[in-house]
């Protein structure tokens, strides 16, 4: 698959908030809305990114929206090339360690990361009402009446938080960090325990769900 450029990535959302293209109900994804971050991201440099789902919901409690997650991820690391050097998915919240070329186009990928799972989790809780669960996060979701906006759901909230990461000391600290946040959230045992990180990459050697870029 061919690289997306950084042009081509940011053009994504110079129109603001798009429609589901399974079926049209406006949603929110991100900050589509509002211009790309003006946020300096240094050349080279990884980052270290948190972003939380909106009103904390434990939407990734469900092991097929947790696919869902992983399967946008491994697409668009496929067509952007960005270095994927770790991550967790944990039930309300992501992090992930990457290095994307060009370091400015980090807002971009991160906003093209959380429209498409939106789009894709959206279109499955619509089509699953009948469940107590999905009727009942689809609601969590609704934008309040004074929230002036044309969309009717926001899945994440709007801000992400990066951080340089500038040395391998503390590379090394964010992704002991990750690989042990199940663990001290009582979520399992053991990080290996897990699968939604890259500790059995790194440790089993498990890349069934997706392999990571070592830096030696």
């Known amino acids: 698959m061919h690289s997306i450029s950084l042009a081509t990535l940011i053009g994504w959302f110079a129109a603001g908030a798009e429609r589901s293209s ?4 406006p949603v929110r994804y991100t900050d589509a809305a509002m211009p790309v971050s003006r946020r300096y991201f240094a050349p ?7 972003s939380s789902v909106y009103r904390r919901r434990k939407l990734f ?10 399967e946008v991820m491994r697409q668009l690391r496929e067509e952007t090339r960005f270095l994927l050097i770790g991550w967790v998915l944990m039930p309300e919240h992501f992090h992930l360690l990457i290095k994307p070329e060009p370091a400015e186009s980090t807002s971009a990928l ?63 600290e964010k992704l002991d960090y990750m690989h042990n946040n199940p663990v001290k959230r009582a ?12 500790y059995r990459y790194y440790y089993l050697n498990d890349s069934s769900l997706l392999s990571m870029d070592r830096l030696v």
Not at 22 to 25: D, E, P
Not at 44 to 50: A, D, E, N
Request: aromatic share 14%; glycine share 4%; net charge positive.
């Open 61 to 70: 409690d469900s092991p097929r929206l947790r696919g869902v997650f992983v």
């Open 110 to 172: 991160l906003q093209e990361l959380k429209k498409r799972s939106a789009q894709q989790i959206i279109s499955i809780l619509s089509e699953n009402q009948q469940h107590a669960w999905c009727r009942t996060m689809l609601v969590g979701f609704c934008l309040p009446p004074t929230v002036h906006s044309d969309s009717h759901y926001r899945v994440w909230n709007r801000r992400f938080y990066p951080y340089g990461v500038y040395s391998d000391k503390k590379r090394l």
């Open 22 to 25: 399974a079926f049209w109900i």
């Open 187 to 198: 979520l399992v045992q053991s990080p290996e325990q897990w699968p939604w990180s890259s």
């Open 44 to 50: 080279g440099q990884l980052q270290f990114i948190t």
